[in-house]
């Protein structure tokens, strides 16, 4: 299956209405234009897509909406997750039936398990789904790093346990996953920036914040890094590395949300405790896009 979810997936803004609502129709409307324009596929209900402010509901109509959007036009990755197991069971037990190719479990945040806990963790989350499952290890949102190891114990433990979005930013545990892993479980890189790097080392992809905006230059640079074409790799990376950095000068998905309202493209602000960039933070977003108005579908 981790053929057929692709290398370039965009971790997808939910769309916020005046109202603060679900925006269904601008939901459905994005999903179109990001898999017209670069990615193979998308993980919605991540933290790009602000899960944390989203209650069970909403994110289980936000992944009906993007597959009655796309059909069958690409994969649809679940972001399926919390902190608890027993709430995280909820959605995992519904995402077949709204749907969904494959649900992504991130590593628990806040109450900071041990290894262990992690094991027992995302295996009850994956025996109770016939999908595939991609974890997701982000120590800078979660405070907890789960290892190699541990990631190599699920990897060959649970069968449909296939990938892993990996954001640690180790580049000795990337070696030592990609080294180990069982044929067929697959690495993305959870950062654009560290994209380049992690695919020339073996990782098969990236799960993207910049797609939004520049998702073909996305995919010819993991073309690029995956082929050994490493001097064309390098050159695009070099170009898109100051609009990977504006899109985290604060805290994602606040800059990639104002960039996309920028561009006509509907996605409304965050939701508290996330709120629009600063002053400061909305002259930079714009600059980089006017750098990039070439690259970019909509004009600026």
């Known amino acids: 299956m981790t053929n057929e979810i692709g290398r370039v997936l965009t971790a997808m803004v939910t769309p916020f209405d005046e109202s603060g609502a679900v925006d269904c129709d601008a939901l459905g409307d994005l999903a179109q234009r990001l898999l017209d324009s ?24 936000v992944w009906r909406a993007v597959r009655a959007a796309v059909g069958p036009r690409g994969p649809v990755v679940a972001g399926a997750s919390t902190n608890s197991t027993s709430e995280s069971l909820e959605m995992v037990t519904q995402g077949a039936g709204a749907g969904m190719d494959a649900l992504m479990l991130t590593v628990p945040y806040y109450n900071k398990p041990p290894q262990a806990g992690l094991v027992r963790h995302f295996t009850t989350l994956a025996e109770a789904t016939p999908l595939p499952c ?12 789960m290892t190699a190891e541990t990631t190599l114990r699920l990897a060959r433990e649970v069968p449909n346990i296939v990938g892993i979005k990996e954001a640690s930013g180790d580049v000795d545990q990337v070696r030592a996953i990609v080294e180990g892993a069982p044929e067929g479980f697959h690495v993305w890189s959870g950062d654009d920036s560290a994209a380049r790097w992690m695919v020339e080392m073996g990782c098969y992809g990236v799960i993207s914040v910049a797609s939004h905006l520049v998702g073909k230059q996305i995919s010819a640079l993991i073309a690029a890094a995956a082929e050994g074409r490493a001097h064309d790799a390098a050159e695009l ?13 604060e805290t994602n998905p606040i800059p990639v949300k104002f960039a996309l309202n920028q561009l006509g493209i509907r996605a409304g602000d965050p939701r508290l405790p996330l709120v629009p ?9 714009r600059a980089e896009l006017t750098r990039h108005r070439m690259d970019i579908a909509v004009p600026v």
């Open 38 to 61: 670069g990615s193979d596929g998308l993980v919605i209900t991540g933290t790009t897509g602000e899960s944390p402010a989203l209650s069970i509901e909403e994110q289980v109509e």
């Open 134 to 145: 991609i974890l997701y290890n982000i120590p800078s949102r979660t405070s907890l790093n």
């Open 237 to 249: 990376e070099e170009r898109l590395m100051p609009l990977f950095d504006v899109l985290f000068v």
């Open 277 to 285: 960039p600063s002053a400061a933070a909305q002259e930079m977003i």
